[in-house]
């Protein structure tokens, strides 16, 4: 249900003392009312997990923690309501830095965070036009040129409960986040323990208003160069950079 992963990143050269980076990773909570009496009585193996990490395995405290994606289950408000009550009892159990502070929330939408359109909007001509992205190459054209067209309306209709529930996240930093034409979409730079670092972090599931097939799902470069401007510029600028999106690269396109 949650996968979780931890790292932490040591640079260490003969002049300096070693600078450390370190960050939890999760992912594919999927939050519903479904799942939210399996998840009550699984809460406590969580912690016990984050628990064993931070007492036997001496990885904490976490800088940031990472999410990518798949938060909820189906992209519902009341399901974001719900999740910020389960990221404050985390918050709450992970310790500090040790500048006494909290580790900071990056995340990306997957594609069970975003509403999927209704039976009326399916029949739609605006829907069934988007839904030939792959086919037609007219669709992406348009998309893309604008922020303002009917296509971009689909999506950003689509995930208006995460960006409204984004823009209300008290874990995220509070500045330095540049954000994106498509909901979602983000970059970050930031200095921590001497170790510059650059989060890229894209929207791949806004094909995804309704079941697809593997392969069909996108990312442009239009969503980095947006976020980030000189994809080569924003790396060089930081000694770790990372790329966070939800899908496994077996749902992309291969374009
Ligand atoms: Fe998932």
Redo the contacts with the bound molecule.
Sequence with gaps: MLDVEIRSVIMDNIFTMPKKLSWLHL??F?YSEKIASTWELSRGLFFNDINRLLEKEKVGPWDIVFFT??LVGHGKKEEFDKLNDELTILWDNLPPKSDGKKPILLCVP???DLKRPDEKMKKSAIYKAFKRWNEDPDVSEIFWESDDNDYRGLVNDAFANYDDWLKSCRFLPPDGIVRGSIPGDFSYSTEINGIKLGVIGLNSAFLHLDDVELGELALHGRQILRVAGDIDKFCAKHDINILLT?PSPRSMASQ
């Design positions: 992912s594919d999927h994606g798949d997957g594609n069970h939800n």
